[in-house]
């Protein structure tokens, strides 16, 4: 591929194109593109390939080119110069061209003249909606003090606001839905027992064997850690899969346990315990590396394979099989430590148990192991830490969740603010994140904006989260502007090591006759200057401070266009790097809790119910896909599984239409259709995450399928970290009106 296209020439033509084409004709165009980008390539020649571009559909952060024709983004592609997810891009990757395009995206600032949850949009300049969101926080820090602001951020644009608003204004209430409601108990516990957070970082590719707990990878799509997964698998790594339903992982297993949710800790405890009491772990690695291996061996004593047979509902001759298999392949197992780990409140002990597995196997810094790989080194670039709000948090002031990830549990600040104790919150910014879909027990949620004096949201979608704001604002896309660094390793670590620098530049120009989107520098800075903080402002651009960054290992954005936006270097060798194992780990009971993974029960479903478990289709990411119409009409609405036995009871069949009902009483606002299936537990009801918004602004996404957020009204909280526990609420089948028991 040639890459022949001067970030310099592409700006002036894409600036020029970009104001002499009106909206509609846009539109036009892009609808001929609507079905195209993947059946035929021949319909792309004349365009030109502009490097530089990392997606930003979900979190990963694929390294992309753009084929622009007339300054318009015509197709995604993996940039071919990637050692991570090379030339592949996934589905939703690929649809990025539709959101870029989508003509429901936010244009102008919007001040809200109706109701919060109702809301009537009048469009007003910059000036006016930076004024007013600057001078109302203004006038709340002055009433209360800085703790009186709340912000909720989700994504590499949310992070330079969110450093202001901590590390300038001063507020500690800071809730990262990365943390709270998805990684933060795997990060704390591995922190607290290896030393090091998780990441994903497990050579699979390398793995004699590959371990996984819920992780479904193949609906979970990041595409260059499914690479690695596959590669394993073709490179004959056996698999293990516990997970009550047949996902995606468990149709390739070797081994696939039908576990009951919530009990994954004492499986892990059982398997260790026979490991130990069989001498079939790793003696060496953990006399090497172990510390208090002894309280651990005691602590777990008791988990016997029947104990845990009887508690996880799975025989315990699989258990045992599990077992064998893992210590037969040891050290060359991949215990993978998971992602989305906030699942029922008793979270930390179940991650702690995998990374004592990972230790008690001594597979840590070998072949198909755990292993960290040396990121490069590049500069920082955001606002100076002003104040430190940090002993000011609601869990340290409350000396609650010893163990929480940064920021301040989002169940804190949601119970402080609806109650004012121990002090009012009042002010809240959402960005880039959306809690309405995102945060169990939405109905707190609304209580806390309801009480809120102002509620600012900046996004580039309509969403749940912005029918809630009084002020909101336009951001431009992902594909519109320069932001953070995305550095890395090659994933296959046999391979000669090689490190790789590059930075989110954009693709097509930002700027447009028919909207006025900012950037979350531009718009962070203008804020600032409006709250009398001018003088703290690091960088007055994007472009300045992904420049700053890159300075930082003596690069730039000119050197890395030269380089296909893709800067390679050697690095290190990550094999033969040890971690030593707090096995049992004496902080952790000094704060009052268990210092050996130990299994806690949680809630089971009332007569008649079960529970609700949720997770990802491949084609969508999260919440934010929904509008986007060549996604939605892979998997128009997630069906609801249920097994096939209940369904024969209930008389119900497969592509039923039906609602879920939960255990206060809430009904799902949207239906779907009924998949049965032997591939899921009698006391479980699965559907996915990702639908059912109830914006109805959105043209493609408004009122379809079933939000599974909406049906989790009980929280648990992890106790250790102050993480939601989100796998608790339990549901019954609607169907023409009328509720269905689920038999016990
Ligand atoms: N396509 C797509 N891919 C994504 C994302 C996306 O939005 N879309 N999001 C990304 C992000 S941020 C994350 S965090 C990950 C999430 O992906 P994962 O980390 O893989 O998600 P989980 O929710 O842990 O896993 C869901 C699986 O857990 C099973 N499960 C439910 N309860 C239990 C239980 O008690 N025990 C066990 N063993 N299994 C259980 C479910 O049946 C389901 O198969 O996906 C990432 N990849
Ligand atoms: N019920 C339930 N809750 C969950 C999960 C679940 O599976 N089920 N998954 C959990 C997990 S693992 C995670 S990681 C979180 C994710 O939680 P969120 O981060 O809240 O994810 P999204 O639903 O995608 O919402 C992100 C918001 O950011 C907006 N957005 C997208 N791009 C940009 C941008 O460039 N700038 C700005 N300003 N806004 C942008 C989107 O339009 C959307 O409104 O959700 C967690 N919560
Ligand atoms: S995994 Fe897919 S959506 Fe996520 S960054 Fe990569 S291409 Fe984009
Ligand atoms: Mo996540």
Redesign the pocket.
């Known amino acids: 591929m040639t890459i022949n296209l001067t970030r310099r020439k592409f700006l002036q033509s894409a600036g020029c194109a970009a104001a002499a084409i009106p909206f509609a004709r846009m539109a036009k165009a892009e609808d001929v593109f609507v079905r195209t980008p993947y059946t035929a390539p021949g319909s792309f020649a004349g365009t030109k390939t502009v490097t530089g571009g990392i997606c930003?559909m979900c979190?990963w952060r694929c390294q992309m080119v753009g084929k622009v024709r007339d300054g318009k983004l015509v197709k995604l592609e993996g940039n071919p110069k990637s050692i991570d997810n090379g030339k592949s891009i996934c589905a939703r990757g690929n649809a990025g061209v539709k959101l870029l395009y989508d003509p429901d995206r936010l244009k102008y600032p919007l001040k809200n003249i109706g109701k919060r949850g109702a809301p009537v949009w009048k469009r007003i300049s910059w000036d006016e909606a930076l004024d007013e969101c600057a001078s109302r926080m203004n006038a709340i820090i002055d009433k209360y003090d800085e703790k009186s602001l709340a912000i909720f951020p989700?994504?590499s644009?949310?992070k330079y606001p969110m450093e202001f608003f901590e590390y300038v204004i001063g507020t500690p209430n800071n809730s990262e839905?990365?943390f709270f409601?998805?990684?933060g108990s795997r990060d704390m516990a591995y922190i607290h027992t290896l030393g090091t957070p998780a990441g994903e970082e497990v050579d699979m590719p390398n793995a004699k064997a590959i371990f996984m707990l819920g992780t479904h990878l193949g609906e979970n799509v990041h595409v260059s850690h499914l690479k690695k997964y596959l590669k394993g698998l073709e490179n004959g790594a056996k698999l293990v899969v516990v997970d009550p339903r047949f996902s995606a992982s468990a149709a390739k297993a070797d081994i696939w346990v039908q576990i009951k949710p919530g009990t994954d800790t004492a499986f892990l405890v059982a398997i260790m315990n026979y490991l130990v009491k069989e001498e079939k772990y790793d003696k060496e690695y953990v006399d090497d590396y172990g510390y208090g291996f002894d309280d651990f061996v005691e602590g777990i004593s008791h988990a016997s394979l029947e104990w845990a047979a009887n508690i996880c509902d799975v025989p315990a001759k699989q258990i045992k099989q599990v077992a064998d298999l893992l210590a037969a392949n040891a050290p060359h197992v991949s215990i993978h430590p998971g992602?989305?780990t906030?699942w029922n409140g008793n979270d930390f002990q179940r991650e702690r148990g995998l990374a004592c597995l990972t230790g008690l196997l001594g597979t840590i810094g070998v072949k198909g192991g755990f292993v960290k790989p040396k990121n490069p080194k590049v500069g920082r670039c955001g606002w100076p830490r002003v104040v430190n709000p940090h002993e000011e948090s609601l869990h340290y002031q409350g000396e609650m969740h010893p163990f929480s990830p940064p920021g301040t549990p989002t169940d804190l600040i949601r119970e402080t603010a609806v109650s004012g104790d121990p002090y009012p919150i009042k002010g809240m910014i959402a960005?880039?994140?959306?809690?309405m879909?995102?945060?169990?027990d939405p109905g707190l949620t609304i209580k806390m904006i309801e009480q809120m004096d102002f509620v600012m949201v900046?996004?580039?979608?309509p969403?749940d989260?912005?029918m809630y704001a009084d002020i909101l604002l336009p951001?431009?896309?992902?594909l519109e502007r320069y932001d953070y660094v995305k550095r890395g390793t090659q994933w296959d670590y046999s391979q000669p090591h090689q490190q790789y620098i590059s930075a989110r530049v954009p693709l097509v120009s930002p700027t447009s006759a028919d909207h006025e989107r900012k950037d979350?520098v531009w718009i962070t800075n203008e804020l600032a200057k409006r709250m009398n903080c001018a003088e703290h402002i690091p960088v007055k651009s994007a472009e300045e401070m992904v420049e700053t960054i890159l300075a930082g290992a003596e690069l730039s954005l000119k050197q890395l266009q030269q380089e296909d936006g893709i800067h390679l270097q050697p690095g290190e060798d990550p094999y033969g790097v040890s971690f030593d194992v707090d096995f049992y780990n004496s902080n952790v009971e000094e704060a009052g809790f268990p210092g050996a993974p130990t299994y806690v029960p949680v809630p089971q479903p009332p007569k008649g119910y079960a529970r609700l478990v949720?997770?990802?289709v491949p084609v969508h990411?999260?919440?934010?896909t929904q509008n986007n119409a060549w996604l939605h009409n892979e998997i128009p609405r997630n069906p609801v599984w249920v097994n096939d036995e209940i369904a024969v009871h209930l008389g119900l069949k497969d592509g039923d239409e039906v609602a879920l009902v939960n255990d206060v009483g809430i009904v799902s606002a949207g239906t779907s259709i009924l998949k049965t299936t032997p591939g899921i537990r009698k006391d479980v009801i699965y559907t996915s995450?990702?639908y059912g918004s109830r914006n109805p602004q959105l043209s493609v996404g408004a009122n379809v399928g079933i939000d599974?957020?909406a049906l989790?009204s009980n929280r648990t909280i992890d106790p250790e970290t102050g993480t939601h526990g989100?796998r608790n609420s339990f549901v019954r089948i609607v169907k023409e009106g009328k509720i269905l028991d689920i038999p016990a």
């Open positions: 930003g979190f989700h994504g644009s949310a839905a990365s409601q998805c990684r992602r989305h906030t960005w880039g994140q959306n809690p879909q995102t945060i169990p900046c996004d580039v979608m969403t989260i912005t951001e431009t896309s992902y979350s949720y997770g990802r990411s999260f919440n934010r995450h990702g599974d957020n989790i989100m």
